[in-house]
């Protein structure tokens, strides 16, 4: 089983990463890898930046308008502007402080008043009491919470363009696009405490963006694009039982998508086209955390914070559940979806389940160990230790399958593997991938358009987006036209079909690992 001291030694400490060539990672000096990567990139380069308008943090609104002291409009007209920008709450609060001679303002603001101690009573006795017991895993934790003080704390890169949608810590969206000098901002008084942004597959316009109130759709025009689109460029698709948005996924043919939401474990799907939604499961297991469907659309991987993950064929919902030891932290499908890796909240270590292609789910009865992620120290170039691996934070896989991407909770290195799934999976060590001084990784993202070799993309702690070129020559083929047989798009099934599959055949797929290869290692987690 490949480790962490497999690893080239990373960078000394004033060096950044600035691309791949011939396998290997290169670093060099701030200004350096800059000017490296524009030239790389050419034309196709993007310049995520702030921009003109100030980036204020989410729950400092309120206090930003409050340093305007002279004011033109009348009390009425704040507390409507309030009410359409940050919502009801922020209403009546502008009510309590507007001063108006009127009697009839005079009730409001005092009704005002009386509701909001009503709420903040309601919200202290909510607090005191028993709840379900929350996992510590970050995959529903709105991503501005994720982030580490920087501006920028996630971003998306289209799937068929070369554009790339930042989501930035005053739960606004701002999509940049290589040659274009607009940048659209995506802002709405409903889009609050975002936790997960997905492009549309085969759209160049829809982005669907989701929150405390359920799924907000954008739609862009892409050839006459505008720095503000109105609120009739947004929809809103909300489900009681998928509120807020923990987690949603599109089906790689991007008619449906679905989400998961709250403190419960219904599994919810859209048909966007119909703006209609339908409960495809709704069992036990605690609140759902994560759901991921496989790139050939046959399967969707479901995880729960009460420690199982269960894989659904989407053919008549049927399911295979495997038990943890500790929470699902991140997965990724493979390319083709026969490989699924996964990690967990505790455990450093990396796991894959393969899966028969055909009828049902198919998968292998035990999860393989592939990599020891565990946290140790090693040597820079500079001959200085320092610390790597630990508990992960988030996976990412490009669109071949060749690079695999993981950001740890308490490291500021980003470790890169070689992979190959044909005919097994293949991890070689790939690098370590180390930004600007006292920076860290928030998250990480692949470009997914390219013809060839790997752009990925890291979101650093300061808010700084940095695009890593990597290239190489590509073995991996890119996945085929979708089997869209194996889906039933009407989703008429009702709960009662949902049935507890048998063990799932045991296969043995293997595993080579370079430079050190060794035959798979069962894990803790197995299918009953």
Request: net charge neutral; hydrophobic share 40%.
């Amino acid at each position: 089983m490949i480790n962490l001291e497999h690893l080239h030694p990373p960078p000394g400490c004033g060096h950044v990463t600035a691309y791949e060539n011939d396998g290997r990672l290169r670093a060099l000096h701030v200004t350096e890898a800059l000017e490296t990567t524009k030239k790389w990139l050419g034309g196709q380069f993007i310049e995520v930046t702030v921009g003109q308008e100030p980036v204020r943090t989410a729950h400092s609104k309120q206090e930003a308008r409050e340093a305007f002291s002279a004011h033109t409009e009348t009390p009425w007209q704040r507390v409507m502007f309030a009410y359409y920008e940050e919502g009801w709450e922020a209403s009546l609060q502008e009510m309590i402080k507007g001063k108006d001679e009127g009697s009839l303002y005079q009730v409001a603001s005092t009704m005002a008043s009386v509701i909001l101690k009503v709420c903040g009573i309601i919200a202290k006795a909510q607090a005191l009491l028993p709840s379900p017991k929350r996992s510590g895993s970050s995959a529903n934790t709105p991503l501005v919470l994720r982030g580490s003080g920087g501006s920028i704390v996630s971003v998306a890169w289209h799937p068929h363009t070369n554009t790339l949608a930042a989501v930035f810590c005053d739960d606004t969206v701002r999509v940049f696009a290589a040659g274009r000098s607009i940048t659209p901002l995506l802002k709405h008084r409903l889009q609050k405490s975002i936790t997960h942004i997905a492009w549309m597959p085969y759209s160049a316009s829809l982005m669907a963006v989701g929150c405390e109130c359920g799924v907000l759709l954008w739609t862009l025009d892409p050839v006459n694009v505008v720095t503000r689109p109105s609120g009739s460029c947004v929809s809103l698709l909300a489900h009681p039982s998928a509120t807020p948005i923990n987690s949603l996924t599109w089906h790689p043919k991007g008619n449906l998508f679905a989400c998961v939401g709250g403190s419960n474990s219904q599994l919810v799907v859209w048909d966007v086209g119909r703006e209609a939604s339908v409960v495809v499961h709704s069992g036990t297991g605690g609140n759902i955390s994560l759901v991921l469907w496989s790139p050939d659309s046959s399967r969707l991987f479901v995880a729960y914070s009460s420690k199982i993950m269960r894989v659904f064929e989407t053919r008549s919902w049927t399911y295979e559940q495997w038990s943890l030891e500790s929470p699902i932290q991140s997965a990724v499908w493979s390319s083709l979806g026969h490989l699924l890796l996964f990690v967990t909240q505790d455990d450093p270590v990396l796991y894959y389940l393969g899966f028969i292609p055909g009828e049902g789910v198919g998968g292998t009865q035990v999860a393989a160990q592939v990599a020891d992620l565990t946290q140790t120290l090693v040597s820079d170039e500079d001959g200085e230790e320092v610390s790597v691996g630990g508990p992960v934070k988030q996976l990412a896989w490009d669109i071949r399958s060749e690079r695999l991407a993981i950001v740890f909770r308490d490291t500021e290195f980003v470790v890169l593997f070689h992979t190959h799934t044909h005919p097994t999976l293949h991890l070689a060590p790939g690098g370590l991938i180390r930004g600007e001084p006292c920076q860290v990784p928030v998250s990480v993202s692949f470009q997914k358009n390219l013809p060839n070799g790997a752009v990925l993309s890291v979101v650093w702690s300061s808010g700084q987006v940095q695009h890593i070129p990597m290239r190489y020559s590509s073995r991996e083929p890119l996945p085929s036209t979708l089997n869209t047989s194996t889906f039933n798009t009407s989703i008429r099934t009702t709960h009662n079909s949902i049935l507890n599959c048998s063990v799932p055949l045991n296969t043995s797929m293997g595993y080579a690992g370079s430079p050190v290869t060794s035959p798979l290692i069962g894990g803790i987690f197995t299918s009953p």
